[in-house]
Protein backbone atom coordinates (compact mmCIF):
# COMPACT_ATOMS: atom_id res chain seq x y z
CA UNK A 1 0.00 0.00 0.00
CA UNK A 2 2.77 2.49 0.77
CA UNK A 3 6.06 1.83 -1.25
CA UNK A 4 9.18 3.42 -1.10
CA UNK A 5 11.31 2.79 -3.52
CA UNK A 6 15.12 4.05 -3.43
CA UNK A 7 14.37 6.80 -1.57
CA UNK A 8 17.19 9.63 -1.02
CA UNK A 9 16.45 13.04 0.41
CA UNK A 10 19.27 15.43 1.05
CA UNK A 11 19.11 18.93 2.29
CA UNK A 12 21.48 22.00 1.96
CA UNK A 13 22.28 23.64 4.20
CA UNK A 14 25.34 26.97 3.19
CA UNK A 15 25.66 24.94 -0.06
CA UNK A 16 26.68 22.00 1.38
CA UNK A 17 24.36 19.13 0.65
CA UNK A 18 23.33 16.97 4.05
CA UNK A 19 21.77 13.70 3.23
CA UNK A 20 19.02 12.94 5.52
CA UNK A 21 17.65 9.57 4.02
CA UNK A 22 19.68 7.34 1.56
CA UNK A 23 18.80 4.90 -0.36
CA UNK A 24 15.56 3.58 1.91
CA UNK A 25 13.52 0.56 0.28
CA UNK A 26 10.63 -0.77 2.19
CA UNK A 27 6.63 -1.62 1.86
CA UNK A 28 4.18 -1.16 3.83
CA UNK A 29 0.61 -3.63 3.55
CA UNK A 30 -2.74 -2.43 4.17
CA UNK A 31 -3.64 -2.26 8.05
CA UNK A 32 0.02 -3.25 9.06
CA UNK A 33 1.55 -1.40 11.97
CA UNK A 34 5.37 -0.36 11.06
CA UNK A 35 7.94 1.20 13.55
CA UNK A 36 10.56 2.88 12.22
CA UNK A 37 13.43 3.39 14.78
CA UNK A 38 16.70 4.84 15.22
CA UNK A 39 18.97 7.26 17.24
CA UNK A 40 17.04 10.50 17.48
CA UNK A 41 17.89 13.57 14.28
CA UNK A 42 18.72 10.27 11.53
CA UNK A 43 16.33 11.62 9.55
CA UNK A 44 12.96 9.24 10.67
CA UNK A 45 10.75 12.20 10.61
CA UNK A 46 11.90 13.46 6.99
CA UNK A 47 10.96 9.65 5.77
CA UNK A 48 7.04 10.50 7.39
CA UNK A 49 7.42 14.20 5.60
CA UNK A 50 7.26 12.33 2.43
CA UNK A 51 4.97 9.76 2.80
CA UNK A 52 2.88 12.61 3.40
CA UNK A 53 3.68 14.55 1.06
CA UNK A 54 5.11 17.49 2.14
CA UNK A 55 8.54 17.13 0.78
CA UNK A 56 9.72 15.84 -2.23
CA UNK A 57 12.35 13.42 -2.29
CA UNK A 58 15.60 14.27 -3.35
CA UNK A 59 15.94 10.47 -5.43
CA UNK A 60 13.19 7.71 -5.97
CA UNK A 61 9.74 7.86 -5.14
CA UNK A 62 7.19 7.44 -2.81
CA UNK A 63 4.32 4.95 -4.15
CA UNK A 64 0.95 5.35 -1.93
CA UNK A 65 -1.81 3.27 -3.26
CA UNK A 66 -0.71 2.69 -6.69
CA UNK A 67 0.22 6.43 -6.75
CA UNK A 68 3.57 8.49 -7.00
CA UNK A 69 2.78 10.81 -4.16
CA UNK A 70 3.75 14.29 -5.76
CA UNK A 71 1.57 16.67 -3.46
CA UNK A 72 0.26 16.87 -0.36
CA UNK A 73 -1.17 13.23 0.49
CA UNK A 74 -4.53 13.58 2.11
CA UNK A 75 -5.51 10.44 2.68
CA UNK A 76 -3.02 10.03 5.87
CA UNK A 77 -3.33 11.53 9.04
CA UNK A 78 -0.18 12.91 10.66
CA UNK A 79 0.71 13.36 14.36
CA UNK A 80 3.88 15.09 14.44
CA UNK A 81 6.04 15.43 17.48
CA UNK A 82 4.70 18.53 17.82
CA UNK A 83 1.42 18.95 18.69
CA UNK A 84 -0.02 21.44 16.28
CA UNK A 85 -3.36 22.06 17.53
CA UNK A 86 -4.51 25.74 17.27
CA UNK A 87 -3.70 27.49 20.06
CA UNK A 88 -7.12 29.84 19.79
CA UNK A 89 -9.14 27.09 19.48
CA UNK A 90 -10.41 24.75 22.15
CA UNK A 91 -10.28 21.49 22.67
CA UNK A 92 -13.49 20.47 21.22
CA UNK A 93 -13.06 22.95 17.86
CA UNK A 94 -9.39 21.65 17.68
CA UNK A 95 -10.34 17.95 18.01
CA UNK A 96 -13.02 18.64 15.26
CA UNK A 97 -11.30 20.35 12.90
CA UNK A 98 -11.27 18.14 10.20
CA UNK A 99 -14.78 17.53 10.21
CA UNK A 100 -15.12 21.83 10.29
CA UNK A 101 -13.34 21.23 7.36
CA UNK A 102 -15.08 18.92 5.88
CA UNK A 103 -18.17 21.04 6.11
CA UNK A 104 -19.98 19.19 8.63
CA UNK A 105 -22.28 20.82 10.86
CA UNK A 106 -21.74 21.91 14.60
CA UNK A 107 -24.45 19.31 16.13
CA UNK A 108 -22.31 16.84 14.82
CA UNK A 109 -19.30 18.17 15.25
CA UNK A 110 -20.02 18.14 18.78
CA UNK A 111 -21.59 15.36 19.30
CA UNK A 112 -18.48 12.88 17.55
CA UNK A 113 -15.64 15.80 18.45
CA UNK A 114 -16.81 14.67 22.46
CA UNK A 115 -17.42 10.91 21.79
CA UNK A 116 -13.65 11.32 21.18
CA UNK A 117 -12.83 13.16 24.11
CA UNK A 118 -13.99 11.07 25.85
CA UNK A 119 -12.30 7.96 24.30
CA UNK A 120 -8.63 10.00 24.73
CA UNK A 121 -9.82 10.39 28.53
CA UNK A 122 -10.39 14.46 27.71
CA UNK A 123 -14.08 15.03 29.04
CA UNK A 124 -14.24 18.10 31.21
CA UNK A 125 -11.66 19.88 29.45
CA UNK A 126 -13.96 20.38 26.14
CA UNK A 127 -13.85 23.93 26.43
CA UNK A 128 -10.42 24.54 27.51
CA UNK A 129 -7.56 26.23 25.23
CA UNK A 130 -4.41 23.98 24.24
CA UNK A 131 -2.12 26.74 26.37
CA UNK A 132 -4.80 25.21 29.73
CA UNK A 133 -3.91 22.02 28.92
CA UNK A 134 0.00 19.69 29.80
CA UNK A 135 1.39 18.40 27.24
CA UNK A 136 0.40 14.97 28.00
CA UNK A 137 -3.55 16.22 27.72
CA UNK A 138 -2.34 18.15 24.33
CA UNK A 139 -0.50 15.23 23.23
CA UNK A 140 -4.20 13.25 23.66
CA UNK A 141 -5.86 16.25 21.88
CA UNK A 142 -3.94 15.76 18.56
CA UNK A 143 -4.21 11.69 18.77
CA UNK A 144 -7.84 12.14 19.45
CA UNK A 145 -7.68 15.03 16.28
CA UNK A 146 -5.72 12.24 14.20
CA UNK A 147 -8.66 9.54 15.20
CA UNK A 148 -12.10 11.27 14.26
CA UNK A 149 -10.27 13.13 11.01
CA UNK A 150 -10.13 8.64 10.52
CA UNK A 151 -7.17 8.82 7.95
CA UNK A 152 -6.55 5.46 5.96
CA UNK A 153 -3.16 5.91 7.05
CA UNK A 154 -1.99 7.36 10.16
CA UNK A 155 1.43 8.75 10.36
CA UNK A 156 3.18 8.84 14.34
CA UNK A 157 6.28 11.05 15.08
CA UNK A 158 7.34 9.93 18.19
CA UNK A 159 3.80 10.60 19.24
CA UNK A 160 3.92 9.97 23.39
CA UNK A 161 7.94 10.69 23.68
CA UNK A 162 6.76 13.02 26.42
CA UNK A 163 4.71 11.09 28.97
CA UNK A 164 5.61 9.82 31.56
CA UNK A 165 5.68 5.45 31.40
CA UNK A 166 2.44 4.62 32.94
CA UNK A 167 0.08 7.52 30.49
CA UNK A 168 2.27 6.25 27.65
CA UNK A 169 1.02 2.57 28.37
CA UNK A 170 -2.87 4.05 28.65
CA UNK A 171 -1.97 5.48 25.00
CA UNK A 172 -0.60 2.75 24.17
CA UNK A 173 -3.43 0.38 24.75
CA UNK A 174 -6.22 3.65 23.61
CA UNK A 175 -4.34 3.31 20.51
CA UNK A 176 -4.26 0.10 19.19
CA UNK A 177 -7.56 -0.65 20.27
CA UNK A 178 -8.56 2.37 17.99
CA UNK A 179 -6.77 1.63 15.46
CA UNK A 180 -7.71 -1.93 15.26
CA UNK A 181 -11.21 -0.56 15.25
CA UNK A 182 -10.95 2.05 11.99
CA UNK A 183 -8.75 -1.00 10.23
CA UNK A 184 -5.88 2.02 9.72
CA UNK A 185 -2.29 1.40 8.22
CA UNK A 186 0.29 2.66 10.85
CA UNK A 187 3.85 3.98 10.12
CA UNK A 188 5.30 5.15 14.35
CA UNK A 189 8.41 6.54 14.35
CA UNK A 190 10.09 6.17 17.70
CA UNK A 191 13.52 6.04 19.61
CA UNK A 192 11.98 3.97 22.26
CA UNK A 193 12.49 0.47 21.61
CA UNK A 194 9.98 -0.77 23.75
CA UNK A 195 7.14 0.94 22.42
CA UNK A 196 8.25 -0.20 18.76
CA UNK A 197 8.24 -4.11 20.00
CA UNK A 198 4.72 -3.72 22.14
CA UNK A 199 3.30 -2.27 19.10
CA UNK A 200 4.36 -2.45 15.43
CA UNK A 201 3.94 -5.92 13.42
CA UNK A 202 7.40 -4.81 12.12
CA UNK A 203 10.23 -3.05 13.51
CA UNK A 204 12.79 -0.99 11.25
CA UNK A 205 16.27 -0.20 12.42
CA UNK A 206 17.79 2.74 11.03
CA UNK A 207 21.66 3.56 10.83
CA UNK A 208 22.46 7.03 12.04
CA UNK A 209 22.18 10.01 9.70
CA UNK A 210 21.67 9.53 6.83
CA UNK A 211 19.05 7.25 7.73
CA UNK A 212 19.52 3.68 5.75
CA UNK A 213 18.06 0.50 6.59
CA UNK A 214 20.10 -1.81 9.14
CA UNK A 215 17.56 -4.23 10.26
CA UNK A 216 14.02 -5.47 9.43
CA UNK A 217 12.32 -7.60 12.38
CA UNK A 218 8.99 -9.02 12.26
CA UNK A 219 6.86 -9.22 15.65
CA UNK A 220 5.14 -11.93 15.22
CA UNK A 221 3.14 -11.83 19.06
CA UNK A 222 -0.46 -12.02 19.07
CA UNK A 223 -2.90 -9.59 18.64
CA UNK A 224 -5.06 -8.31 20.40
CA UNK A 225 -1.75 -7.46 22.43
CA UNK A 226 -1.98 -6.89 26.63
CA UNK A 227 0.34 -3.67 26.56
CA UNK A 228 0.76 -4.15 30.19
CA UNK A 229 1.92 -7.43 30.32
CA UNK A 230 3.35 -8.44 26.56
CA UNK A 231 6.98 -7.25 27.72
CA UNK A 232 7.57 -9.86 30.13
CA UNK A 233 6.81 -12.62 28.05
CA UNK A 234 9.64 -14.65 26.18
CA UNK A 235 8.67 -14.02 22.91
CA UNK A 236 8.66 -10.41 23.46
CA UNK A 237 12.32 -10.23 25.08
CA UNK A 238 13.58 -12.40 21.98
CA UNK A 239 12.77 -9.54 19.50
CA UNK A 240 13.70 -6.79 22.31
CA UNK A 241 17.15 -8.25 22.38
CA UNK A 242 17.96 -8.69 18.35
CA UNK A 243 17.17 -5.31 17.70
CA UNK A 244 18.53 -4.10 20.58
CA UNK A 245 21.93 -5.86 19.86
CA UNK A 246 21.40 -4.07 16.32
CA UNK A 247 20.60 -0.46 17.38
CA UNK A 248 23.46 -0.62 20.21
CA UNK A 249 25.95 -0.35 17.06
CA UNK A 250 24.57 2.67 15.68
CA UNK A 251 24.59 4.19 19.60
CA UNK A 252 28.02 2.95 19.90
CA UNK A 253 28.70 4.84 16.49
CA UNK A 254 27.68 7.68 17.96
CA UNK A 255 29.88 8.06 21.20
CA UNK A 256 32.92 7.03 19.31
CA UNK B 1 4.33 70.57 26.40
CA UNK B 2 1.01 69.25 27.98
CA UNK B 3 2.04 69.05 31.45
CA UNK B 4 -1.61 67.68 33.13
CA UNK B 5 -2.80 65.75 30.21
CA UNK B 6 0.64 63.67 29.46
CA UNK B 7 1.02 62.73 33.07
CA UNK B 8 -2.90 61.46 32.94
CA UNK B 9 -1.88 59.07 29.95
CA UNK B 10 0.77 57.91 31.88
CA UNK B 11 -0.81 57.24 34.47
CA UNK B 12 -3.28 55.21 32.62
CA UNK B 13 -0.36 53.07 31.04
CA UNK B 14 1.84 52.37 34.07
CA UNK B 15 -0.56 51.49 36.55
CA UNK B 16 -1.73 47.78 35.27
CA UNK B 17 1.77 46.94 33.67
CA UNK B 18 3.00 47.13 37.45
CA UNK B 19 1.01 45.02 39.89
CA UNK B 20 1.54 46.92 43.21
CA UNK B 21 3.14 45.49 46.01
CA UNK B 22 1.59 44.36 48.80
CA UNK B 23 1.82 45.56 52.64
CA UNK B 24 5.00 47.61 51.71
CA UNK B 25 3.83 50.40 51.09
CA UNK B 26 0.67 51.76 52.97
CA UNK B 27 -0.13 53.88 50.10
CA UNK B 28 -1.44 52.37 47.37
CA UNK B 29 -0.09 53.23 43.81
CA UNK B 30 -2.88 55.43 42.48
CA UNK B 31 -2.64 57.58 45.51
CA UNK B 32 0.62 59.11 44.94
CA UNK B 33 0.11 59.22 41.29
CA UNK B 34 -3.29 61.67 42.01
CA UNK B 35 -1.08 63.47 44.38
CA UNK B 36 1.61 63.80 41.95
CA UNK B 37 -0.53 65.28 39.48
CA UNK B 38 -2.12 67.43 42.26
CA UNK B 39 1.29 68.91 42.77
CA UNK B 40 1.85 69.33 38.87
CA UNK B 41 -0.86 71.61 38.58
CA UNK B 42 -0.34 73.57 42.03
CA UNK B 43 3.41 73.91 40.49
CA UNK B 44 1.66 75.24 37.15
CA UNK B 45 -0.34 77.51 39.12
CA UNK B 46 2.09 79.11 40.99
CA UNK B 47 4.86 79.21 37.91
CA UNK B 48 2.33 80.65 35.73
CA UNK B 49 2.64 84.39 36.09
CA UNK B 50 5.85 84.63 38.06
CA UNK B 51 8.23 82.01 36.75
CA UNK B 52 6.90 82.38 33.13
CA UNK B 53 4.39 84.83 31.68
CA UNK B 54 1.13 83.54 31.48
CA UNK B 55 0.62 84.22 27.86
CA UNK B 56 3.06 81.26 26.87
CA UNK B 57 2.18 79.01 29.94
CA UNK B 58 -1.55 79.87 30.39
CA UNK B 59 -2.58 78.25 34.07
CA UNK B 60 -4.77 75.71 35.80
CA UNK B 61 -7.71 77.30 36.71
CA UNK B 62 -7.97 79.68 33.31
CA UNK B 63 -7.48 76.12 31.18
CA UNK B 64 -10.35 74.62 33.70
CA UNK B 65 -12.86 77.53 33.42
CA UNK B 66 -12.23 77.95 29.56
CA UNK B 67 -13.42 73.92 29.27
CA UNK B 68 -16.36 74.52 32.01
CA UNK B 69 -17.22 77.22 29.63
CA UNK B 70 -17.07 75.18 26.32
CA UNK B 71 -18.56 71.89 28.27
CA UNK B 72 -21.80 74.47 29.46
CA UNK B 73 -22.26 76.11 25.99
CA UNK B 74 -22.04 72.39 24.34
CA UNK B 75 -20.00 73.96 21.36
CA UNK B 76 -16.77 71.78 22.35
CA UNK B 77 -19.27 68.46 21.67
CA UNK B 78 -19.59 69.61 18.05
CA UNK B 79 -15.65 69.59 17.47
CA UNK B 80 -14.99 66.31 19.41
CA UNK B 81 -17.91 64.96 17.07
CA UNK B 82 -16.26 65.63 14.00
CA UNK B 83 -12.70 64.82 15.13
CA UNK B 84 -14.37 61.31 16.64
CA UNK B 85 -15.82 60.70 13.67
CA UNK B 86 -13.20 61.48 11.42
CA UNK B 87 -10.77 59.51 13.25
CA UNK B 88 -13.26 56.24 13.29
CA UNK B 89 -13.96 56.49 9.90
CA UNK B 90 -10.31 56.52 9.00
CA UNK B 91 -8.83 53.80 11.11
CA UNK B 92 -12.13 51.58 10.26
CA UNK B 93 -11.26 52.18 6.55
CA UNK B 94 -7.06 52.15 6.80
CA UNK B 95 -7.12 49.17 8.94
CA UNK B 96 -9.98 47.53 6.38
CA UNK B 97 -7.64 48.12 3.60
CA UNK B 98 -4.25 47.39 5.65
CA UNK B 99 -5.55 44.17 6.50
CA UNK B 100 -6.75 43.33 3.53
CA UNK B 101 -3.31 44.23 1.94
CA UNK B 102 -1.51 42.73 3.99
CA UNK B 103 -3.26 39.31 3.99
CA UNK B 104 -3.07 39.32 0.53
CA UNK B 105 0.28 40.28 0.03
CA UNK B 106 1.13 37.83 2.84
CA UNK B 107 -0.36 34.40 0.80
CA UNK B 108 1.01 35.82 -3.00
CA UNK B 109 4.40 35.78 -2.60
CA UNK B 110 4.30 37.11 -7.11
CA UNK B 111 2.34 39.72 -5.25
CA UNK B 112 4.23 41.15 -2.45
CA UNK B 113 7.92 40.65 -5.04
CA UNK B 114 6.22 42.65 -7.86
CA UNK B 115 4.83 45.33 -5.42
CA UNK B 116 7.45 45.40 -2.76
CA UNK B 117 9.71 48.72 -4.16
CA UNK B 118 6.39 51.09 -4.94
CA UNK B 119 4.84 50.05 -1.21
CA UNK B 120 8.88 50.63 0.24
CA UNK B 121 8.67 54.00 -1.79
CA UNK B 122 5.19 54.84 -0.44
CA UNK B 123 5.79 53.62 2.88
CA UNK B 124 8.68 56.04 3.03
CA UNK B 125 6.91 58.86 2.07
CA UNK B 126 5.98 61.31 5.10
CA UNK B 127 1.95 60.87 4.29
CA UNK B 128 1.25 64.21 5.81
CA UNK B 129 2.65 65.30 2.77
CA UNK B 130 -0.49 64.08 1.05
CA UNK B 131 -2.95 66.09 2.50
CA UNK B 132 -3.11 69.31 -0.17
CA UNK B 133 -3.89 66.29 -2.41
CA UNK B 134 -6.66 65.07 -0.11
CA UNK B 135 -7.73 68.55 0.10
CA UNK B 136 -7.98 69.15 -3.88
CA UNK B 137 -9.31 65.66 -4.44
CA UNK B 138 -11.89 65.22 -1.34
CA UNK B 139 -13.01 69.06 -1.15
CA UNK B 140 -12.56 71.05 2.80
CA UNK B 141 -14.87 68.73 4.38
CA UNK B 142 -14.63 65.86 6.81
CA UNK B 143 -13.71 63.44 3.50
CA UNK B 144 -10.12 64.65 3.40
CA UNK B 145 -9.53 64.45 7.08
CA UNK B 146 -10.70 60.71 6.78
CA UNK B 147 -8.55 59.92 4.25
CA UNK B 148 -5.75 61.28 5.94
CA UNK B 149 -5.95 59.37 8.69
CA UNK B 150 -6.82 56.05 6.54
CA UNK B 151 -3.57 56.19 4.73
CA UNK B 152 -1.59 56.92 7.73
CA UNK B 153 -3.23 53.82 9.79
CA UNK B 154 -3.20 51.58 6.56
CA UNK B 155 0.20 51.01 6.29
CA UNK B 156 0.76 50.72 10.44
CA UNK B 157 -1.93 47.87 9.93
CA UNK B 158 -0.84 46.54 6.72
CA UNK B 159 3.18 46.05 7.56
CA UNK B 160 1.73 44.38 11.22
CA UNK B 161 -0.55 42.32 9.00
CA UNK B 162 2.02 41.18 6.30
CA UNK B 163 4.37 40.10 9.12
CA UNK B 164 2.41 38.18 11.03
CA UNK B 165 0.74 35.87 8.14
CA UNK B 166 4.46 35.77 6.65
CA UNK B 167 5.09 34.34 11.07
CA UNK B 168 2.15 31.59 10.80
CA UNK B 169 4.16 28.53 11.93
CA UNK B 170 4.38 26.44 8.65
CA UNK B 171 3.30 23.14 10.54
CA UNK B 172 -0.23 24.49 11.59
CA UNK B 173 -0.56 24.84 7.51
CA UNK B 174 0.57 21.82 6.86
CA UNK B 175 -1.37 19.94 9.36
CA UNK B 176 -4.75 21.65 8.17
CA UNK B 177 -3.55 20.89 4.85
CA UNK B 178 -3.24 17.23 5.01
CA UNK B 179 -6.65 17.69 6.42
CA UNK B 180 -8.15 18.32 2.75
CA UNK B 181 -8.25 22.03 3.77
CA UNK B 182 -9.00 24.46 0.89
CA UNK B 183 -6.83 27.26 0.17
CA UNK B 184 -9.88 29.30 1.14
CA UNK B 185 -9.72 27.37 4.56
CA UNK B 186 -6.19 27.46 5.07
CA UNK B 187 -6.50 31.54 4.95
CA UNK B 188 -9.33 31.93 6.88
CA UNK B 189 -9.13 29.00 9.66
CA UNK B 190 -5.27 29.04 10.52
CA UNK B 191 -3.31 31.91 8.69
CA UNK B 192 -5.99 35.21 9.79
CA UNK B 193 -6.42 33.77 13.27
CA UNK B 194 -2.63 33.33 13.46
CA UNK B 195 -2.48 36.56 12.50
CA UNK B 196 -4.74 38.22 14.39
CA UNK B 197 -2.47 39.70 17.38
CA UNK B 198 0.01 40.74 14.98
CA UNK B 199 -2.94 42.54 13.63
CA UNK B 200 -4.44 43.81 16.52
CA UNK B 201 -0.33 45.25 17.44
CA UNK B 202 -0.57 46.97 14.25
CA UNK B 203 -4.33 48.25 15.58
CA UNK B 204 -2.68 49.58 18.58
CA UNK B 205 -0.07 51.53 17.04
CA UNK B 206 -2.18 53.13 14.44
CA UNK B 207 -5.30 54.07 16.40
CA UNK B 208 -3.44 57.09 17.76
CA UNK B 209 -2.03 57.95 14.22
CA UNK B 210 -5.82 57.86 13.08
CA UNK B 211 -6.44 60.74 16.14
CA UNK B 212 -3.20 62.13 14.69
CA UNK B 213 -4.53 61.88 10.87
CA UNK B 214 -7.87 63.68 11.35
CA UNK B 215 -6.36 66.24 13.72
CA UNK B 216 -3.89 66.98 11.38
CA UNK B 217 -6.33 67.40 8.52
CA UNK B 218 -8.41 69.86 10.71
CA UNK B 219 -5.54 71.80 11.45
CA UNK B 220 -4.25 72.22 7.59
CA UNK B 221 -7.98 73.31 6.31
CA UNK B 222 -11.52 72.91 8.37
CA UNK B 223 -13.85 75.06 10.46
CA UNK B 224 -14.79 72.57 12.65
CA UNK B 225 -13.15 70.07 15.01
CA UNK B 226 -10.11 69.54 17.61
CA UNK B 227 -7.31 70.12 15.27
CA UNK B 228 -9.40 73.34 14.12
CA UNK B 229 -10.04 74.85 17.65
CA UNK B 230 -6.63 74.91 18.44
CA UNK B 231 -5.02 75.89 15.42
CA UNK B 232 -7.78 78.44 15.85
CA UNK B 233 -6.65 79.94 19.52
CA UNK B 234 -3.18 79.35 18.94
CA UNK B 235 -4.13 81.97 15.87
CA UNK B 236 -5.76 83.98 18.84
CA UNK B 237 -3.05 83.89 21.42
CA UNK B 238 -5.89 82.26 23.67
CA UNK B 239 -2.90 79.69 25.44
CA UNK B 240 -6.07 78.48 27.90
CA UNK B 241 -8.09 77.54 25.01
CA UNK B 242 -4.91 75.63 23.41
CA UNK B 243 -4.17 73.77 26.72
CA UNK B 244 -7.85 72.97 26.89
CA UNK B 245 -8.30 71.60 23.59
CA UNK B 246 -4.98 69.39 24.37
CA UNK B 247 -6.41 67.68 27.21
CA UNK B 248 -9.37 67.35 25.50
CA UNK B 249 -7.72 65.29 23.06
CA UNK B 250 -5.31 63.90 25.37
CA UNK B 251 -7.82 62.06 27.02
CA UNK B 252 -9.60 61.10 23.91
CA UNK B 253 -6.38 59.42 22.75
CA UNK B 254 -6.60 57.45 25.75
CA UNK B 255 -10.60 56.57 25.82
CA UNK B 256 -9.87 55.43 22.22
CA UNK B 257 -6.42 53.03 23.15
CA UNK B 258 -8.32 51.87 25.96
CA UNK B 259 -11.42 50.84 23.45
CA UNK B 260 -9.00 48.98 21.21
CA UNK B 261 -7.24 46.83 24.27
CA UNK B 262 -10.62 45.93 25.64
CA UNK B 263 -11.61 44.92 21.47
CA UNK B 264 -8.04 42.62 21.46
CA UNK B 265 -9.22 41.33 24.89
CA UNK B 266 -12.48 39.87 24.20
CA UNK B 267 -11.39 38.55 20.63
CA UNK B 268 -8.11 36.55 21.77
CA UNK B 269 -9.36 35.04 25.06
CA UNK B 270 -7.01 32.22 24.55
CA UNK B 271 -3.86 34.49 24.45
CA UNK B 272 -4.90 36.06 27.70
CA UNK B 273 -5.58 32.46 29.83
CA UNK B 274 -1.91 31.51 28.06
CA UNK B 275 -0.12 34.91 30.10
Redesign the interface.
Known amino acids: MIRIENVSKSFYKNGAAIDAVRGMNFTVAREEIVAIIGPSGCGKSTLLNMI?G?YAPTHGSVVYNGTVVTD???A???M?Q?D?L????TVRDNVA??L???GIGKAERVRRGDDVIRHVGLDGFEER????LSGGMRKRAALGRMLL?GAETALLDEPFGALDAQLKLAMHDLMLRLIAENRQTVVLVTHDLMEAVTLADRVFVCTRRPAMMALEQRIDLPRPRDVLNIRFSNAFKDHYDALWERLRLEYQEERV | MSGPAGSTQLAKDVAPARPTPPSRHAVPMPVWQLLLGIGLLLAWQAASGRLIDNFFISNPIDVSVRLYRWIADGSIFRHIGATVYATAMGFVIGSAGGAVLGVWLGVSPTASRLLNPYLNALNALPKVALAPLFVLWFGLGIESKIALAAVLVLFLVFLNTYAGVREV?Q??I?????????RT?IVT??II??A?SWVFAGLKIAMPYALIGAVLGEMIAANRGLGYLVQFSGAQFDTAGVFAVLIVIALLAVTLNYLVELAQGRI????I??R
Open positions: ALVNTVGYTKNLPWRFPELAYPSEY | DDLDGARLMRATQKVPSMERWRIS
